[in-house]
């Protein structure tokens, strides 16, 4: 076997070691990277177990209870966009995990949602 390819080798190993301890790195819990905190901003809103106001309830949210959330799911025949994440109850700390209402957990805070561009 020739120097070169004895070099090739070893730095393939090293390669692949490294990525396998990376791997194993990323394995540890950590929070999502897309994933962001928020505050309801409803007086109250139903948590639900799917994206749709027909939806089972899991728990209710309040003002200013705490949302970790991660996604936003739109439903098309209700014309209504959700966002997905878990709400933390001031009152009990109690987590739910769920749907809420866009417009009562953007991530604007407080503020309402921002309205569409009007088409000319």
């Not at 730095?11 to 999502?32: D, E, I, K, S, Y």
């Not at 809103?45 to 799911?73: C, E, H, L, M, W």
């Amino acid at each position: 076997m020739t120097r070169l390819k004895r070099i090739g080798q070893l730095a393939a190993a090293g390669a692949v070691g490294a990525a396998l301890l990376g791997t194993t790195m990323a394995v540890a819990p950590a929070q999502a990277a897309d994933s962001s905190r928020g505050k309801i901003s409803c007086k109250a809103a139903k948590v639900r177990k799917n994206p749709a106001k027909n939806s089972t309830a899991k728990g209710i949210a309040y003002r200013g209870d705490k949302i970790v959330y991660d996604q936003f799911a739109y439903k098309k025949s209700e014309r209504a966009w959700y966002t997905r994440g878990t709400v933390t109850r001031k009152s009990d700390g109690a987590k739910i995990r769920g749907y809420v209402p866009y417009g009562c957990a953007n991530p604007y805070g407080t503020n309402p949602a921002p309205t569409p561009p009007i088409p000319k």
